[in-house]
T-cell receptor, first 113, second 113 residues
Framework: DQQVKQNSPSLSVQEGRISILNCDYT??????FLWYKKYPAEGPTFLIS?????DKNEDGRFTVFLNKSAKHLSLHIVPSQPGDSAVYFC????????????FGTGTRLTIIP | DGGITQSPKYLFRKEGQNVTLSCEQN?????MYWYRQDPGQGLRLIYY???????QKGDIAEGYSVSREKKESFPLTVTSAQKNPTAFYLC????????????FGSGTQLSVL
């Protein structure tokens, strides 16, 4: 049972526009969420995180929004740049329930010059 | 230059053979992890270790074994009992195990001959 879902396997966005990547989760015990970025044949790199006590966290061009009632989070990238083309994974964990980090299936983002 | 080193980059396994994937970190992190990535799927946790000489099974531990004799090293053995070993294997580490971002190695692609 996939507890963290990224329903869009791929997304194409024009350079300079906003990229919005979505992630849904089913486990209400999850209280910490992270986004990772992965280039082909490389390991993922940490991008941004958010705790369940917040609904927004911003770091430069990257903003993560958390809607706990909908069990939904999104990553906004603005403006999108060609170097943002990669696979993005969302991940979630629960400290209370001792759930280890669970990853979604990833969304491949392609930025069109 | 601190980081996580995985070797080899590519590995081939024959039927009935055990193979060992190396993972070394010089970040002085306590926790280390092994994940497996299959095409179109998220990262799935195989084993993790929070401290030297201790490790726990993840979601898909069957057919794998690990050891943690040194803080810096967390090798993964893919045994002949793992019937579908072809995948991209990622090693990661973190300072602790609670709300800690993971640092990943560059991965090992294992294929069956």
């Amino acid at each position: 049972d996939q507890q963290v879902k990224q329903n869009s396997p791929s997304l194409s966005v024009q350079e300079g526009r906003i990229s919005i990547l979505n992630c849904d989760y089913t486990n209400s015990m999850f209280d910490y969420f992270l986004w990772y970025k992965k280039y082909p044949a490389e390991g993922p790199t940490f991008l941004i995180s958010i705790s369940s006590i917040k609904d927004k966290n911003e770091d430069g061009r990257f903003t993560v929004f958390l809607n706990k009632s909908a069990k939904h989070l999104s990553l906004h990238i603005v403006p999108s740049q060609p170097g943002d083309s990669a696979v993005y994974f969302c991940a979630a964990e629960s400290n209370f329930g001792n759930e280890k980090l669970t990853f979604g299936t990833g969304t491949r983002l392609t930025i069109i010059p | 230059d601190g980081g996580i080193t995985q070797s080899p980059k590519y590995l081939f396994r024959k039927e009935g053979q055990n193979v060992t994937l190396s993972c070394e970190q010089n970040l002085n992190h306590d926790a280390m992890y092994w994940y497996r990535q299959d095409p179109g799927q998220g990262l799935r946790l195989i084993y993790y270790s929070q401290i030297v000489n201790d490790f726990q099974k993840g979601d898909i531990a069957e057919g794998y074994s690990v050891s943690r004799e040194k803080k810096e090293s967390f090798p993964l053995t893919v045994t002949s009992a793992q019937k579908n070993p072809t995948a991209f294997y990622l090693c990661a580490s973190s300072i602790g195990v609670t709300n800690e971002k993971l640092f990943f190695g560059s991965g090992t692609q294992l294929s069956v001959l």
